[in-house]
């Protein structure tokens, strides 16, 4: 169920810092997908997290970045939660008005792990 249409909407009434992304995948060659194990919902006296998911719709470019290191370390001594829990969620200014150029930032402050540009961004409860 979609819960939010657009960036303004998502950011109007949700807040990702400490969720966590639990995957990632293109739903066809144009749209890419996040699921979010979203914290705050636990904050607001619930049982459990919501699981959410972002859509981008029609994504022009999409950059993931992960540090050498971590893909060096072994798998079982990787702490995934810490590693893709979200620190901050942003929609970066830009010169097009057609386009959304969002930044996901997770364990580093200073390069984020995804940097997308995409036509529309929807929310949906899974």
Not at 68 to 89: A, C, G
Request: charged fraction near 30%.
């Amino acid at each position: 169920m979609i819960i939010a249409n657009n960036y303004k909407e998502i950011k109007d009434h949700f807040d990702f810092t400490d969720s966590i992304i639990t995957d990632m995948k293109w739903n066809n060659p144009l749209d890419l997908s996040i699921t979010i194990d979203y914290y705050w919902d636990t904050q607001e006296n619930r049982e459990e997290n919501r699981t959410l998911a972002l859509h981008f719709k029609d994504c022009l470019d999409v950059e993931y970045k992960i540090k050498k290191e971590i893909l060096e370390m072994s798998r079982r001594d990787i702490h995934f939660d810490s590693l893709f829990t979200i620190i901050l969620f942003e929609n970066v200014e830009a010169n097009s008005n057609e386009f959304y150029h969002f930044h996901i930032y997770t364990f580093d402050y200073k390069e984020p792990l995804l940097k997308i540009i995409c036509k529309q961004v929807q929310l949906e409860e899974v």
